[in-house]
């Protein structure tokens, strides 16, 4: 293997040292005064301080959005609507580096992600919606599609701009108004995306972010919105549900996952090791339609795994900020507490580990890319989601066995099938009880394909055509 030099990024950002909560187009301290610090997971430094919104916050931020929807954004005509968008996106393009970099370093993902995937992601987000502003009359949805009212919004801290693009982009094109609540470990990019909305001189109101943790989201879920929209854990998911049944509130859940990704006999050996690598190891694997179980046919499981890890002996682990690292920081240290006990389960149930040789950092949260072998279906680490870079594999003789394994999950969030034959691929896609199925590939977006889940990976979808319809009175 080479050596790599280091190859630091050069960009920094300019994070405050403090933020206010964004209500009505201004930042503003809680009613309480509570605050809370944002940590550097590479390093368990405190990037800068953030108001924390409690009750009183989350009223003021529903009156704002509120009267912004009722007397600007919701008589506004969608073409004016459309351009506030693609004003953001473009914004988002000109400031694309210092929102990775800032990304980087309050979540702990590489550089090499947040510059090439997150922010272009979610700056497309922008763009796609902004152009269905003014033609939601003919999305299929009735010839006069209505916005629902105000919206909250509760996101998670794996893709935190990413998840906040595919929250507000539809919501706004759809002519709601937002209170969106980030993760507690990750506000940063959503409170530059508040100044980017000022920037972009959006009307006050149309956007509010209230960072806060838990308590924070459960205000919002409980105050008086038109519908909630969640990405998180599935336990919050049903608790939320729970807790606005029978209320006039719609609601769109996305949830968790454990996916198979499936390697058939025939399958381009080379290419599927590295759609394993990606499906497993992109984002620490702090990814819900992460390829979190490996399903390979017996007879070329010796030959998947070797190569396998031959592979993920050259990732390389370490600091954010360096353009060369494939695998970063873990989120929080509550994460990585969560993955070493569910890791400890796999070996304690008889699974049998394995780890690269790789050097960690002295500080921060990290853990080494892992691959259990001798799994069985029974076993934790095969049936609960772990979010990090762990996985779980398993053989199958025939392509039925596949199915029925895949499928023998309360999860339905997204599949991988690695085959060269067609047929084979839409006869698995059929079968496969799953929101997204990838084939020959895997961890593909787009803002023009839907995305959401089946089972306890919840409901609704976000993105495309159908994404519009969660947002719209239809
Ligand atoms: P979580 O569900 O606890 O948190 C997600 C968001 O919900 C955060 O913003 C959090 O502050 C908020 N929240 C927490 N309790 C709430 C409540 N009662 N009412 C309203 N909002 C509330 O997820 P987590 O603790 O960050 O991670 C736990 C597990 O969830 C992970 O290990 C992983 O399995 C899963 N997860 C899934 C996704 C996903 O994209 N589907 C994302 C993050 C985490
Ligand atoms: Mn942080």
Redesign the pocket.
């Known amino acids: 293997m080479f050596e790599y030099a280091p190859s630091p990024e050069s960009v920094r950002p300019q994070i405050k040292e403090h933020y206010g909560l964004f209500i009505g187009g201004e930042f503003v301290d809680a009613e309480d005064g509570a605050v809370f610090k944002s940590v550097n997971p590479s390093t368990e430094e405190a990037l800068f301080t953030v108001a924390e919104a409690g009750e009183a916050d989350v009223r003021l931020a529903v009156a704002a959005a509120r009267r912004a929807q009722e007397t600007v954004w919701g008589p506004m005509s969608g073409t004016e609507r459309g351009k506030y968008l693609f004003r953001i996106a473009r914004l988002l393009q000109e400031r694309a580096r210092e929102f990775a970099v800032a990304e980087s370093l309050d979540n702990g993902k590489p550089i090499k992600e947040t510059r090439d995937f997150d922010v272009p992601t979610a700056a497309q987000h922008f763009f796609y919606h902004a152009g269905w502003a003014d033609k939601l009359a003919y999305a299929g949805l009735g010839a006069d599609p209505r916005p629902l009212g105000v919206i909250g919004q509760?996101?998670?801290?794996?893709f935190p701009l990413l998840?906040l693009s595919w929250k507000i982009a539809p919501a706004l094109a759809c002519g709601n108004t937002v209170v969106l609540?980030?993760?507690?470990t990750t506000p940063l990019t959503a409170l530059m995306f508040a100044e980017l909305c000022q920037e972009a001189d959006l009307p006050p109101g149309v956007v509010n972010i209230l960072p806060?943790?838990?308590a924070?989201?459960?205000a919002?879920?409980g105050s008086p919105v038109d519908k909630v929209a969640?990405?998180?854990?599935t336990?919050?998911?049903r608790?939320?549900a729970k807790s606005i049944a029978g209320s006039k509130k719609k609601l769109t859940l996305?949830?968790?996952?454990k996916a198979a990704n499936i390697v058939f006999d025939d399958a381009p050996i080379d290419q599927a090791v590295e759609g394993i690598v990606n499906g497993i190891f992109f984002n620490q694997g702090?990814?819900?339609c992460a390829g979190s179980r490996l399903l390979v046919q017996e007879s070329v499981a010796d030959d998947v795994l070797e190569r396998l890890k031959a592979r993920i002996a050259t990732l390389r682990v370490g600091d954010p900020l360096d353009k060369n690292t494939d695998i970063g920081a873990i989120n929080s240290a509550?994460?990585l507490s969560?993955i070493q006990a569910l890791t400890e389960t796999g070996t304690g149930e008889g699974a049998e580990a394995w780890q690269p040789a790789c050097d960690l950092p002295e500080r921060g949260f990290w853990f080494r890319p892992t691959v259990f072998t001798g799994v069985q279906q029974s076993m934790r680490i095969a049936k609960e989601?772990i979010?990090g870079p762990v996985l779980s594999v398993l053989t199958f003789r025939t392509p039925d066995e596949a199915i029925a394994k895949a499928n023998n999950t309360p999860y339905g969030l997204s599949a991988g099938v690695w085959t060269e034959k067609g047929s084979k691929i839409l006869w698995a896609a059929e079968r496969l009880r799953a929101g997204v199925v990838w084939a020959n590939t895997f961890n593909q977006f787009d803002a023009a394909s839907p995305f959401g889940g089946l089972k306890e990976s919840g409901y609704g979808r976000e993105g495309g055509r159908q994404g519009l319809e969660a947002y719209l009175d239809v």
């Open positions: 509760v996101i998670p801290w794996n998840m609540k980030p993760a507690e806060g943790a838990g924070t989201g459960a919002l879920v969640f990405t998180g854990s336990a919050v998911g608790a939320i996305e949830l968790g996952g702090h990814v819900c509550e994460q969560r989601e979010f």
